[in-house]
Nanobody
Framework: QVQLVESGGGSVQAGGSLRLSCAFSGIPSSYCMGWFRQAPGKGREGIVVLSSDGTKDYRESVKGRFTISRDGAKKTLYLQMNLLKPEDTGMYYC?????????????????????RGQGTQVTVSS
């Protein structure tokens, strides 16, 4: 059974940084893992995904500012967010699912992954 628990959200001023963590368990050896967010009154938005083959895919608006990484020993997925903007405000969710070998993972599809955590709030003020 997959379990995902996010932490690390908070309030920062524009230009600041935050690092989100997602403690995971039960992840299959072939996976897509990533982050999506939802701003108040808006739909879910896939941000970034990491494939078990090491490839990453980022949403255009976060390229160069956000970095996804994974520590297998600690069973934790990270999202380092730099140069934060007010439009980055939202609830951030970690998500994961089995990846059929050879199939790519896309950031836009993170919102469709079957397993997700409870979310952590990120607020960026101008």
């Amino acid at each position: 059974q997959v379990q995902l628990v996010e932490s690390g959200g908070g309030s920062v001023q524009a230009g600041g940084s935050l690092r989100l963590s997602c403690a995971f368990s039960g992840i299959p050896s072939s996976y897509c893992m990533g982050w999506f967010r939802q701003a108040p009154g808006k739909g879910r938005e896939g941000i970034v995904v990491l494939s078990s083959d090491g490839t990453k895919d980022y949403r255009e608006s976060v390229k160069g500012r956000f970095t996804i990484s994974r520590d297998g020993a600690k069973k934790t997925l990270y999202l380092q967010m730099n140069l934060l903007k007010p439009e980055d405000t939202g609830m951030y969710y970690c998500a994961a699912d089995f990846r059929r070998p050879g199939s790519p993972c896309f950031a836009t599809n993170v919102i469709t992954l079957d397993n997700r955590g409870q979310g952590t709030q990120v607020t960026v003020s101008s």
